[in-house]
């Protein structure tokens, strides 16, 4: 209880300091977080455009949350803002978005932590194998002073802003050759990952041969034998309809799947401190609703559906033969740690939430 107390007060105080970081250093309150802050002043001048792309499904959690931000934005901003939200990979994957959005093209994109990691290692640090792997402390993690550290580097070195995060789902193993019960089980199995270096390190490590796969195009991978499974949240499972394709699905919450919402910088700093705090203050409300709401209740949905479909097996790996991952994958964390003392420093913060 005391810890949970503790994580709760340590996601709280970060919250507000990572608003306040991303709000482009203003010092204006932020606005009303039950999303009813329509009689907050607009900001003058011409209406702001903007075009929020996005690789990830509509009906999934965090294009529920970015819904629920976009109605705040334009209510607060009096109709001054408007958000174009374009999902389900619309204008493109990830990586086309991402370039986009950093040529200009487009003004922001929600990109996950694996996406932005084909142009930096510092956001590998959010996916490191076992270090985040409870909802509550992802909150904590990613709203704290370690996290904007690595946020602000980003922006110098992309010209990239991050002003909020959001989360598809803890990543677990699913296949159809047998059950994963322990390492041993994994041997040789093709399991399609998410675009990383440090990832697919874990995966070699524990035995699996990693395989990158296109997000949209695993379905027919599973059903044609490219891959034997993946590394994959059930909310993923359940929206794309894998399930239909696999046979196992075993729960270990190896990491979590953040996704950032992520401005073109220039456009950023474009906008006065107002329209940057309406907007963040937004952005934050959806993350929360994710979080507290959408993410849960989604999951719970899809679990359901998935067993009363009946053609998948759930088991859950923990214990000893949880251990046994844990510590194949840990000595992960002293090679980031190495290599960059911000990454250093977000591992320490972490482990402190978990004392």
């Known amino acids: 209880m005391k810890k949970r107390l503790s994580l709760l007060l340590a996601a709280t105080l970060s919250a507000s300091l990572l ?21 907050d002043a607009a900001p003058a001048g011409e209406t702001v455009q903007i075009t929020f792309g996005s690789y990830g499904s509509s009906s ?3 294009a529920m949350g970015w819904e629920d931000a976009i109605a705040y ?43 932005l990691n084909l142009y930096t290692n510092l956001s590998e640090a959010f996916q490191l194998p076992f270090l985040i792997t409870d909802y509550e402390t992802e909150q904590a993690a990613l709203s704290s002073d370690a996290a904007q550290a690595i946020y602000d ?6 010209g990239l802003k991050i002003i909020a995060f959001t989360e598809n789902g803890m ?9 994963i019960t322990c390492v041993d089980d994994l041997s040789g199995l093709k399991l ?11 995966m070699q490590l524990l035995g699996a041969a990693p395989m990158t796969v296109g997000y949209n195009d695993v379905y027919s991978a599973l059903q044609n034998g490219v891959v034997d499974g993946e590394e994959i949240n059930i909310t993923s499972i359940y929206a794309l309809k894998h399930y239909e394709q696999l046979s196992y699905i075993s729960e270990i919450g190896m990491y979590p799947y953040p996704a950032f919402v992520v401005f073109n910088l220039d456009f950023w700093n474009s906008l006065t401190e107002e329209q940057q705090q309406i907007i963040t203050d937004g952005f934050q409300l959806g993350s929360e609703n994710v979080f507290n709401e959408h993410l849960p209740n989604y999951e719970e949905e899809a679990r359901a559906e998935i067993e009363a479909e009946g053609s998948t097996a759930f088991n859950v790996i923990e214990g000893d033969a949880k251990q046994e991952f844990i510590d194949i994958c840990t000595p992960i964390w002293d090679e980031y740690r190495e290599n960059d003392p911000l990454i250093a420093d977000f591992i320490d913060y972490v482990q402190s939430l978990n004392q």
């Open 19 to 39: 608003l306040s970081a991303c709000g482009g250093g203003t010092d204006t309150p932020a606005g009303d977080s039950t999303g009813t802050g329509g009689n």
């Open 73 to 115: 934005i334009e209510e607060t901003s009096g109709g001054t803002i408007q958000i174009d939200f374009v999902p389900d990979g619309v204008l493109g994957g990830e990586s086309d978005m991402m370039q986009q959005t950093m040529d200009g093209t487009i003004q922001c994109t929600e990109s996950s932590a694996s996406s």
């Open 60 to 62: 999934m959690p965090p």
């Open 192 to 202: 399609r990952i998410a675009p990383s270096n440090m990832l697919t390190e874990a």
């Open 153 to 158: 580097q980003i922006a110098e070195d992309l």
């Open 171 to 179: 990543r677990h193993f699913a296949n159809n050759v047998r059950p």
